[in-house]
């Protein structure tokens, strides 16, 4: 009887983790690749040719996704990484049934040994495990949009002191705003580019467009430059001035945060320099103290 329970137990988790084999996501279309390298739209995929593997991210993301709350999607940061939320949810979904169907396997397979273990045990590990895994996608996302959005102020502190030497040698307000994000295939470059393209494209002024991006990305020092330079307006001296105060802002910012890494990173490591020195006098002295210990 045991081995039929531990045999059915072990054919569930398979089944469970081949349902969630099933729903991964597939490697991106090469048309919406080529898309976005050529920034151009493309016409809408016509529901027939929508897989069910879209068809259930699009579900969840209606069904599921909060704006807020524990269950809050960070949009900024998928925008900003460039992942669709269709796919971050199917990877919650996929971890999710993973942590479900791992502990019943594992009871599975020490049945099978001959071991057994109350049931209530691989219930809680399955609950447990399976709400750990579902959040591991949400700290991934917002771990690598930290580190972009600190490369993308790293980036735009350069641009800007290239703006400011393309208006010092004469140049007008939109092509020195424009000419530098050119120079570069780096992104933070390319989305600045973009953000400039479209709002040449629509006739709109192009800080409107760098606060826009800055609030598509969650980037707050692009909001605040294009709002003070909105307010300084077009006149050459105070946009000099209102450039060079954010470039010097920004690099102070940037200085100080890294001032501050290396010191959290400092501290840390007396645990194991400590761990280390422990393990030294251990396995310098354990010869002697046992000997010690033998003689007495």
């Known amino acids: 009887m045991t081995a039929l329970v531990a045999l059915a137990g072990c054919l569930t988790a398979i089944g469970v983790v081949l349902f969630a084999r099933g729903f991964q996501p597939a490697p991106p279309r090469l048309d919406a690749a080529l898309a976005r390298l050529q ?3 493309l016409p809408p995929v016509p529901a027939e040719t929508v897989s069910r593997r879209d068809r259930l991210g699009q579900w969840l993301v209606a069904k599921v996704a909060r704006p807020a709350g524990p269950l809050a999607v960070p949009r900024a940061d998928l925008r900003l990484l460039e992942l669709p939320v269709e796919r971050f949810m199917l990877d919650k979904l996929a971890l ?8 019943p396997l594992l009871t599975g397979m020490i049945a099978l040994a001959g071991g057994s273990l109350p049931w209530t045990l691989p219930t809680l590990g399955s609950l447990v ?5 579902a959040f591991v996608p949400d700290w991934n996302v917002r771990a690598q949009a930290r580190q972009r ?7 735009f502190t350069s641009y800007l002191q290239l703006v400011v030497l393309e208006r010092e040698a004469g140049a007008a307000l939109n092509a020195a705003l424009e000419e530098p994000a050119k120079i570069t295939g780096g992104w933070p470059f390319l989305r600045v580019h973009q953000a400039l393209t479209r709002a040449r494209s629509a006739q ?11 609030e598509e990305i969650g980037v707050r020092d692009l909001i605040d430059l294009a709002h003070t330079a909105e307010i300084a307006g077009t006149e050459g001296a105070k946009m000099h001035d209102v450039l060079v105060a954010k470039i010097a802002s920004m690099r102070h910012e940037a200085s100080a ?8 990173r400092t501290t840390a490591m007396w645990v194991p320099t400590s761990l280390l020195m422990l393990g030294f006098v251990i396995l310098v002295g354990f010869p002697f103290f046992s000997k010690l210990l033998a003689s007495g």
């Open 257 to 264: 945060d890294a001032r501050a890494e290396a010191n959290s």
């Open 39 to 41: 920034a151009a739209a």
């Open 204 to 214: 709109q002024q192009p800080w409107r467009a760098l606060a826009e991006l800055g």
């Open 96 to 103: 999710f049934l993973t942590g479900l169907a791992a502990p």
């Open 149 to 155: 959005r600190r490369d993308f102020r790293y980036a």
């Open 129 to 133: 495990l399976a709400s750990v895994l």
